[in-house]
T-cell receptor, first 113, second 114 residues
């Protein structure tokens, strides 16, 4: 299957700082990538759909100024959590699709102190 | 009522058992069905991807879709302790592969005991 990578895998930051998470499609091009958030023992919650060369589409209740998404190339999308607060601590997972299905990255665990 | 229902478990079975994991759904427009395995603190891994009704087999895994009953299943034969994980079903109505909108079940936690 297709490979999606994320960096970093884990990040700890102080409250008020910004954190950038990268999502890459390693062996295919992805015009669309998806960003999810997952709380412990819960299913994935779609945050936004990232479109190459255009603005991201955010789900209801997700602040676009809080979670900045940039999809600058066909293999890279970034999620920046701005002015992070402890309630932003979570597991963030990106996803991309091919004709063989939807593939997910390994996730990034964000801890905001 | 949620669009996709999945028993959260945990489901505990002895090594070597046949495991049956199931999801029911209410949206008759769903045409693409996926099963993911997620280990703790890892991203979901695509196990099976099926279109419409029928069976699909891959190694120890068999995915079954019954659209008339709005019911999908994943069977794991000869279960191993390494199969212990959370299994998520997901489905989409889009005709364009997995589409943009993917609806997940809540996940079933499986424990295979040696």
């Amino acid at each position: 299957g297709a490979v999606v990578s994320q960096h970093p895998s884990r990040v700890i930051c102080k409250s008020g700082t910004s954190v950038k998470i990268e999502c890459r499609s390693l062996d295919f091009q992805a015009t669309t990538m998806f960003w999810y958030r997952q709380f412990p023992k819960k299913s994935l919650m779609l945050m936004a759909t990232s479109n190459e060369g255009s603005k991201a589409t955010y789900e209801q209740g997700v602040e676009k100024d809080k979670f900045l998404i940039n999809h600058a190339s066909l293999t890279l999308s970034t999620l920046t959590v701005t002015s992070a607060h402890p309630e932003d601590s979570s597991f963030y997972i990106c996803s991309a699709r091919t004709n063989e299905g939807r593939f997910f990255g390994p996730g990034t665990r964000l801890t905001v102190l | 009522q949620k669009e996709v229902e999945q028993d959260p478990g945990p489901l505990s079975v002895p090594e070597g058992a046949i495991v049956s994991l199931n999801c029911t759904y209410s949206n008759s427009a769903f045409q693409y069905f996926m099963w993911y395995r997620q280990y703790s603190r890892k991203g979901p891994e695509l196990l099976m991807y099926t279109y419409s009704s029928g069976n699909k087999e891959d190694g120890r895994f068999t995915a079954q879709v019954d659209k008339s009953s709005k019911y999908i299943s994943l069977f794991i034969r000869d279960s191993q302790p390494s199969d212990s994980a959370t299994y998520l079903c997901a489905m989409s109505a889009s005709k364009n592969n997995a589409g943009n909108m993917l609806t997940f079940g809540g996940g079933t936690r499986l424990m295979v005991k040696p």
